[in-house]
């Protein structure tokens, strides 16, 4: 396992826990934004070759590969090749090779590799929101663009931070899970995050010069039968977002304390989804073609 910077940014971790909390997020994320893991702005019968940036546990990249071999079946003489990066391989599957895609370590604020350019027709990234600060989209995006092939797509899912601090009815604001949320979101704009991921993602690929840039916003609110799946999601990504924060910030003094002020805010999460407050909250894609 490689070494990443002992001052990361990113506030999540990746032990065995958060391993399996990525992979079980991934069907209701895929939900959410509409049932389609690549979007249907794109066509498929011309993806022959793929990456997932910051991929962490690839489980997106399986899915997709499962999903193209059973429509889109190519034959062996014309194989799709399938490559994910990310910046630690702590999460990579443990039978990686055998699967047909191929992980590589890369810092995607870095250039890639010259190997890897214009060689995809798809590049696609998702949930970097807790990992980078508002400053560097830009720069990412720059980076992503020389991997595609020209008329490839980029296309990027991620969280619209501001949106999670709604609640669907103004007698619901006054909440504790409300004022955690609060917390969670305040303190990472505090460390730079940005506020509006999808939005940023969307001007910067304008500004790098992509063509037909979309970014459409689904919001768990229009999803009413989802609401059980929601309250689950946001239940299990607090629990590593607060003892980071809580962590970050000092406001646990010790290892003790800093479970117990995790514990209390977790408790106001259930007592306040028991009383029926339903959170809220926005994960946007961005589409995007290299012309
Ligand atoms: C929340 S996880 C998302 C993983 C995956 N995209 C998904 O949707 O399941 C964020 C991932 O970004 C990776 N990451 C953070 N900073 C990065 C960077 N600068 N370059 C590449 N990957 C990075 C982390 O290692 C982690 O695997």
Same mark, same amino acid.
């Given at each position: 396992?490689?070494?990443?910077?002992?001052? &990361?940014? =990113?506030?999540?971790?990746?032990?065995?826990?958060?391993?399996?909390?990525?992979?079980?997020?991934?069907?209701?994320?895929?939900?959410?934004?509409?049932?389609?893991?690549?979007?249907?702005?794109?066509?498929?019968?011309?993806?022959?070759?793929?990456?997932?940036?910051?991929?962490?546990?690839?489980?997106?990249?399986?899915?997709?590969?499962?999903?193209?071999?059973?429509?889109?079946?190519?034959?062996?003489?014309?194989?799709?090749?399938?490559?994910?990066?990310?910046?630690?391989? @702590?999460?990579?599957?443990?039978?990686?090779?055998?699967?047909?895609?191929?992980?590589?370590?890369?810092?995607?604020?870095?250039?890639?590799?010259?190997?890897?350019?214009?060689?995809?027709?798809?590049?696609?990234?998702?949930?970097?929101?807790?990992?980078?600060?508002?400053?560097?989209?830009?720069?990412?995006?720059?980076?992503?663009?020389?991997?595609?092939?020209?008329?490839?797509?980029?296309?990027? &899912?991620?969280?619209?931070?501001?949106?999670?601090?709604?609640?669907?009815?103004?007698?619901?604001?006054?909440?504790?899970?409300?004022?955690?949320?609060?917390?969670?979101?305040?303190?990472?704009?505090? =460390?730079? @995050?940005?506020?509006?991921?999808?939005?940023?993602?969307?001007?910067?690929?304008?500004?790098?010069?992509?063509?037909?840039?979309?970014?459409?916003?689904?919001?768990?609110?229009?999803?009413?039968?989802?609401?059980?799946?929601?309250?689950?999601?946001?239940?299990?990504?607090?629990?590593?977002?607060?003892?980071?924060?809580?962590?970050?910030?000092?406001?646990?003094?010790?290892?003790?304390?800093?479970?117990?002020?995790?514990?209390?805010?977790?408790?106001?999460?259930?007592?306040?989804?028991?009383?029926?407050?339903?959170?809220?909250?926005?994960?946007?894609?961005?589409?995007?073609?290299?012309?």
């Amino acid at each position: 396992m490689t070494a990443v910077p002992e001052n &990361e940014y =990113y506030l999540l971790g990746r032990n065995s826990v958060e391993t399996q909390r990525l992979d079980e997020q991934h069907n209701f994320l895929t939900d959410l934004c509409g049932g389609s893991l690549i979007s249907k702005s794109i066509s498929e019968d011309k993806i022959f070759s793929i990456a997932d940036v910051a991929t962490g546990t690839g489980v997106w990249l399986r899915d997709v590969k499962a999903h193209l071999d059973s429509t889109h079946p190519t034959g062996p003489s014309k194989p799709r090749y399938y490559h994910g990066f990310d910046l630690s391989d @702590a999460q990579y599957p443990t039978n990686q090779g055998l699967d047909g895609i191929n992980y590589s370590l890369h810092d995607c604020l870095k250039p890639f590799p010259v190997e890897h350019h214009n060689r995809y027709d798809l590049v696609h990234v998702r949930l970097l929101v807790a990992a980078i600060k508002e400053t560097e989209f830009k720069l990412i995006v720059a980076n992503l663009k020389p991997l595609l092939k020209r008329g490839g797509y980029l296309q990027w &899912e991620d969280l619209d931070l501001k949106s999670f601090l709604t609640s669907h009815e103004p007698k619901y604001d006054s909440f504790p899970t409300i004022q955690t949320l609060r917390l969670c979101i305040e303190t990472q704009i505090g =460390y730079d @995050a940005s506020p509006h991921v999808p939005e940023t993602v969307a001007d910067a690929a304008r500004e790098n010069g992509f063509a037909d840039v979309i970014h459409i916003l689904y919001n768990t609110k229009d999803r009413p039968e989802m609401a059980e799946q929601v309250l689950n999601w946001v239940s299990k990504v607090m629990a590593p977002l607060l003892r980071a924060i809580l962590g970050r910030t000092g406001r646990a003094k010790n290892e003790e304390d800093l479970q117990a002020h995790t514990q209390s805010h977790l408790d106001g999460l259930r007592t306040s989804f028991e009383r029926g407050l339903a959170p809220n909250g926005a994960m946007g894609m961005v589409i995007a073609r290299k012309e």
